[in-house]
């Protein structure tokens, strides 16, 4: 007779796998998800606005680069804790105990995920702001923000990692001889001076903005653009409102609603940080960009409708109807002779210095030099030779 088959084992938490029972499991990840996808997505949209702009990559692409990998390693804490550590379940309805010090493990990463993920995106935002005003006091300010961050973050990094001792007491509940301090409280206390940083970061710019000599609704529409991070303030607000109904009883099921708003603010961060960056995208999206693009194109192919500026006058711009071939339009002079006016129109630049006479037409160029011209004057540029060159000649004939 075949020996009896061995009694089944519990599994450990190593080869099962959290069923997912309610929607208050899949929030976090699908959250998770959806503003990670959003916020790489601006972090592509920057560099191409960059590259459209022929811009150098600078000091604040990199760090919102790192931002965003920290913003990749959250969303992977946030798949650990579903699937393998129980959130969004009671610890009643776990199927082990080990779950929770997987959970409790993850919490750690998640902690330390979202505080260098916003320091990153803050640390974007302050080198932007130096590169683009140059005023000293501004500069200093800026310096001292950015140290006032790095202190925040050090802060939150060891409090992780000394707030109980030892370290192993923060998942392992077996340890007997521990301390451990407060931790709602050392939540609380950091996301709260993360609020107070954020806002010195929106403020920074703001007297700047409106010192320029631009008109006030430029002014308002900039200030609206810096001040895209108060979003995030609210949701870090709305985030210490959650970390004070945790309770470490069932962490599991009460941690859910502060992950849930962790994951939000570093993306909604690097979303708002990058978007005063995507000006030339948004500038070639406008319908006024894109008529011009067509006027541009039309009087590339037809120059009779460069004379117009594409107003709709087409030839009779000089109020003439007695136009001959070639733009020669008839003179009549009380000499007898007969004058003719020839309009030549020519666009684009020159590749470099003619031996020709005044009269030489511009070299022909594409509507992609006259955008990239225009890309230039935008940065500081200026070139003499761009634009429209009109050429006319008047020929008196004696007949």
């Not at 140059?134 to 310096?143: E, G, H, Q």
């Amino acid at each position: 007779m075949a020996p009896p088959s061995p009694a089944p084992t519990a599994p450990g938490p190593h080869r099962v796998t959290v069923p997912t029972i309610n929607s208050r499991q899949a929030r976090p990840l699908i959250v998770a998800v959806i503003f990670t996808t959003i916020a790489t997505s601006a972090v592509l949209l920057r560099f191409l606005a960059k590259s459209i702009n022929r811009s150098k990559i600078s000091l604040d692409d990199y760090f919102i680069l790192a931002s965003l990998f920290f913003i990749y390693a959250l969303l992977t804490c946030n798949v650990i804790g579903v699937v393998r550590g129980g959130i969004g379940l009671h610890v009643a309805q776990l199927p082990h105990m080990d779950f929770v010090t997987v959970f409790r493990k993850d919490l750690i990463g998640i902690e330390l995920a979202w505080t260098f993920a916003l320091m990153f995106c803050k640390f974007s935002l302050l080198t932007f702001y130096v590169r683009i005003f140059s005023i000293r006091t501004f500069r200093l300010l800026a310096y001292v923000v950015a140290a006032i961050i790095s202190g925040w973050a050090l802060s939150v990094f060891l409090e992780t990692f000394l707030l109980c001792r030892p370290f192993a007491s923060n998942w392992d509940p077996t340890i007997k001889d521990f301390t451990c301090g407060n931790k709602n409280a050392a939540y609380i206390g950091a996301a709260s001076l993360n609020i107070v940083t954020d806002l010195m970061v929106l403020c920074l710019p703001i007297p700047i903005v409106w010192n320029l000599q631009i008109p006030r609704r430029n002014k308002a529409i900039l200030t609206a653009v810096f001040g895209l991070g108060v979003v995030v303030c609210v949701f870090s607000i709305l985030r210490i409102i959650a970390v004070v109904s945790v309770s470490d009883v069932d962490i599991t099921w009460t941690a859910t609603d502060p992950i849930f708003w962790a994951v939000l603010e570093p993306c909604l961060g690097v979303t708002c940080a990058c978007i005063p960056l995507m000006g030339p995208l948004l500038s070639r999206a406008s319908p006024e960009r894109l008529a011009k693009r067509a006027i541009k194109y039309r009087e590339f192919k037809d120059p009779d409708v460069s004379l117009n500026n594409g107003r709709g006058r087409s030839k009779r711009w000089f109020g003439n109807s007695n136009m001959l071939d070639g733009g020669a339009y008839p003179l009549t002079s009380t000499s007898g002779s007969v004058g003719v006016t020839t309009n030549e129109i020519s666009s684009g630049r020159q590749t470099g210095p003619r031996d020709s006479g005044p009269g030489t037409p511009m070299e022909e160029s594409s509507l992609e030099d006259i955008e990239e011209l225009e890309a230039q004057r935008a940065r500081g540029f200026k070139s003499p030779c761009a634009g429209i060159k009109v050429k006319k000649e008047w020929m008196v004939q004696c007949h």
